[in-house]
């Protein structure tokens, strides 16, 4: 079955570090490219970070200076660090996948695997 699982998220203290992690099962995450979106309070789902293909990530504008993203070379999966976490933070944090190009884009229509999301709360 394909699909992407997501690890981590729950509660994170105001100015704290959040990780996360994606794992690609049924196909090779190496290989395509991966990304995090998040919905948060009343914004629609907005792009976070990706990792192509080629291993080339890109950010969110709102978030390139606190996301760092990667992806593990051989099984694929990929991980998310935001660091100076604030409330307007909190949100469900989703990983999505391209099934059928290397490229990443910022726009949620072109990802055709996701996962069920993992919730995010930040407190003060």
């Known amino acids: 079955q394909v699909q992407v699982v997501e690890y981590g998220g729950g509660s994170v203290q105001t100015d704290g570090i959040l990780r996360l992690s994606c794992v690609p099962t049924?196909?090779?995450?190496?290989?395509?490219?991966m990304a995090w979106f998040r919905q948060v309070s009343w914004k629609a789902r907005e792009f976070v970070a990706s990792?192509?293909?080629?291993?080339?990530?890109e950010y969110g504008y709102e978030l390139a200076n606190r996301a760092t993203v990667s992806k593990d070379g051989a099984g694929g999966a990929l991980h998310l660090q935001l660091s100076r976490m604030k409330p307007e933070d909190t949100g469900r944090y989703y990983c999505?996948?391209?099934?059928?190009?290397?490229?990443?884009?910022?726009?949620?229509?072109?990802?055709?695997?996701w996962g069920q999301g993992t919730q995010v709360n930040v407190s003060s």
């Open positions: 999505a996948a391209r099934s059928n190009g290397p490229l990443c884009y910022s726009n949620s229509k072109n990802y055709d695997i």
């Open positions: 049924g196909f090779a995450g190496a290989s395509v490219c």
């Open positions: 990792v192509s293909y080629y291993g080339t990530p």
